[in-house]
């Protein structure tokens, strides 16, 4: 392995739908609109039941530092708002929205006049725009930088999960309204430099933005090589500026933003006319789809629905699992009636041969674990001092290192879930640090009083 590059693994892409374009779905009877689909402090509900709403219409907000408004995916009335668990598996409240057809779109739907940064972050905020590849974190946030901190804007078109096509159709289809994005934003933001990464898997995009970008020196393609974790930010930010960024930090402060490549097309899309983030581009997938697709789908949509678009389940067989994402770091669910959330990029459906899995066996203290961690992590010891409890050899390890990117229990012959293990021994060692913090609190105030008696 060169020194140049993070380690990772090479995993069957399975790209059934490459080169398939983004079809607009057919519009749902009812859409249920969650008002946590971020990172940060849910929204609480502007309408009310009852309430005609329009596409675009912003129907929830929050005026927490870290949010992002949410709006209508369609045109309707507002038939409940209600709290139920959604798709995150935590009880949410939903604005229920009965569609009535027609689309039409609201009057505030306006283009956003902007003349300096402090313009360029409200429309971000405004956008609703958050990180599309699956971290939901409010792009706002990202961009609200303090002058000179960022020198280089990444634009993160790796797509390295197997089954997700997304991202390579967006490239395609829009280019150019991607690297308007990416001038927009190094314009207000003053960043003098722009990358986009794309693994070698995708020549057609990277001959595409590489034609567009001839002769500006100040937006760079870069081409990666095809392994995962690529679209990870850390590898991301390693392999296409080599700076280190570690547990902890962020991209800012080693000089750098990372946004996903179709959120920087939605923020464009909505400088451009005013449309802010109501629709998601999800890749529909997997051995029982009858139609696997790329589909633009309004969100709030429930998933059933997506999957009856495709064509639902092939005739003889029988749906046994759903993952949302990749099957790398997706999220299994246990039934499909959940609502289409900003953060979704796929929907992915199996039978039994996928879904069944293997019996964990002895660990044979073979290595692979450690020789795919992009992190030069120690997978196999961090899994016997969770199960240990040992949270001080958990801190000796580097367990907070870790992305739970999965490429060391894809690497186990054993079938060891060492990713969930590594999961939960991140939690032990939070939990651990609150309680640690609580208790240096308590002995500082305890001190502070008896001080203050002595006195």
């Given at each position: 392995?060169?020194?140049?590059?993070?380690?990772?693994?090479?995993?069957?892409?399975?790209?059934?739908?490459?080169?398939?374009?983004?079809?607009?779905?057919?519009?749902?009877e009812k859409v249920y609109i969650p008002m946590s689909m971020h990172i940060?402090?849910?929204?609480?509900?502007?309408?009310?039941?009852?309430?005609?709403?329009?596409?675009?219409?912003?129907?929830?907000?929050?005026?927490?530092?870290?949010?992002?408004?949410?709006?209508?995916?369609?045109?309707?009335?507002?038939?409940?708002?209600?709290?139920?668990?959604?798709?995150?598996?935590?009880?949410?409240?939903?604005?229920?929205?009965?569609?009535?057809?027609?689309?039409?779109?609201?009057?505030?739907?306006?283009?956003?006049?902007?003349?300096?940064?402090?313009?360029?972050?409200?429309?971000?905020?405004?956008?609703?725009?958050?990180?599309?590849?699956?971290?939901?974190?409010?792009?706002?946030?990202?961009?609200?930088?303090?002058?000179?901190?960022?020198?280089?804007?990444?634009?993160?078109?790796?797509?390295?999960?197997?089954?997700?096509?997304?991202?390579?159709?967006?490239?395609?289809?829009?280019?150019?309204?991607?690297?308007?994005?990416?001038?927009?934003?190094?314009?207000?933001?003053?960043?003098?430099?722009?990358?986009?990464?794309?693994?070698s898997n995708k020549p057609d995009a990277i001959a595409k933005f590489k034609?567009?970008?001839?002769?500006?020196?100040?937006?760079?393609?870069?081409?990666?090589?095809?392994?995962?974790?690529?679209?990870?930010?850390?590898?991301?930010?390693?392999?296409?500026?080599?700076?280190?960024?570690?547990?902890?930090?962020?991209?800012?402060?080693?000089?750098?933003?990372?946004?996903?490549?179709?959120?920087?097309?939605?923020?464009?899309?909505?400088?451009?006319?005013?449309?802010?983030?109501?629709?998601?581009?999800?890749?529909?997938?997997?051995?029982?789809?009858?139609?696997?697709?790329?589909?633009?789908?309004?969100?709030?949509?429930?998933?059933?629905?997506?999957?009856?678009?495709?064509?639902?389940?092939?005739?003889?067989?029988?749906?046994?699992?759903?993952?949302?994402?990749?099957?790398?770091?997706?999220?299994?669910?246990?039934?499909?009636?959940?609502?289409?959330?900003?953060?979704n990029s796929a929907i992915l459906c199996f039978d039994e041969t996928f879904?069944?899995?293997?019996?964990?066996?002895?660990?044979?203290?073979?290595?692979?674990?450690?020789?795919?961690?992009?992190?030069?992590?120690?997978?196999?010891?961090?899994?016997?001092?969770?199960?240990?409890?040992?949270?001080?050899?958990?801190?000796?390890?580097?367990?907070?290192?870790?992305?739970?990117?999965?490429?060391?229990?894809?690497?186990?012959?054993?079938?060891?879930?060492?990713?969930?293990?590594?999961?939960?021994?991140?939690?032990?060692?939070?939990?651990?640090?609150?309680?640690?913090?609580?208790?240096?609190?308590?002995?500082?105030?305890?001190?502070?009083?008896?001080?203050?008696?002595?006195?």
């Open positions: 392995m060169s020194s140049k590059h993070l380690k990772g693994i090479h995993v069957d892409h399975c790209k059934n739908t490459a080169g398939m374009p983004v079809i607009p779905m057919t519009l749902p940060g402090a849910p929204c609480q509900p502007l309408v009310a039941v009852g309430d005609h709403v329009k596409v675009g219409q912003i129907i929830g907000d929050c005026q927490a530092p870290v949010s992002a408004p949410i709006h209508s995916s369609v045109s309707g009335d507002v038939e409940a708002i209600e709290v139920f668990m959604t798709q995150n598996g935590r009880p949410d409240t939903n604005i229920i929205i009965k569609t009535d057809g027609k689309q039409e779109v609201a009057d505030t739907v306006k283009p956003p006049v902007i003349n300096n940064k402090e313009d360029f972050i409200k429309a971000v905020r405004a956008s609703g725009v958050v990180g599309l590849g699956g971290a939901s974190f409010p792009m706002s946030i990202k961009y609200n930088t303090k002058p000179g901190q960022v020198d280089t804007l990444i634009i993160n078109g790796a797509e390295c999960e197997p089954y997700i096509t997304v991202d390579h159709a967006s490239m395609l289809a829009h280019a150019q309204e991607i690297i308007n994005g990416m001038r927009n934003a190094m314009k207000w933001v003053d960043i003098p430099k722009g990358v986009i990464g794309i693994e034609e567009l970008l001839a002769g500006d020196p100040s937006i760079q393609v870069c081409e990666l090589r095809q392994v995962y974790p690529q679209g990870a930010e850390r590898v991301m930010i390693y392999e296409t500026t080599g700076r280190h960024l570690i547990a902890g930090k962020l991209p800012a402060d080693v000089g750098c933003i990372v946004s996903n490549v179709t959120s920087m097309l939605k923020l464009e899309q909505f400088i451009e006319t005013g449309m802010p983030l109501v629709t998601k581009f999800i890749t529909v997938d997997g051995n029982v789809i009858a139609k696997p697709q790329n589909v633009e789908v309004p969100i709030g949509t429930m998933i059933c629905d997506v999957i009856e678009f495709c064509g639902g389940i092939k005739e003889g067989m029988e749906l046994r699992k759903v993952i949302l994402g990749g099957p790398m770091m997706g999220r299994a669910i246990p039934r499909d009636d959940f609502a289409v959330l900003k953060s879904a069944d899995l293997n019996p964990e066996t002895a660990c044979i203290n073979c290595g692979r674990c450690v020789e795919g961690c992009p992190m030069n992590l120690m997978p196999a010891r961090l899994s016997r001092a969770f199960k240990d409890k040992n949270v001080d050899l958990l801190r000796e390890y580097n367990v907070m290192s870790c992305m739970n990117c999965g490429c060391c229990a894809y690497s186990c012959p054993a079938r060891k879930q060492l990713n969930f293990e590594i999961a939960q021994a991140k939690l032990l060692v939070m939990e651990d640090d609150k309680k640690q913090k609580a208790k240096a609190e308590a002995e500082a105030k305890a001190a502070a009083e008896k001080e203050g008696g002595e006195k």
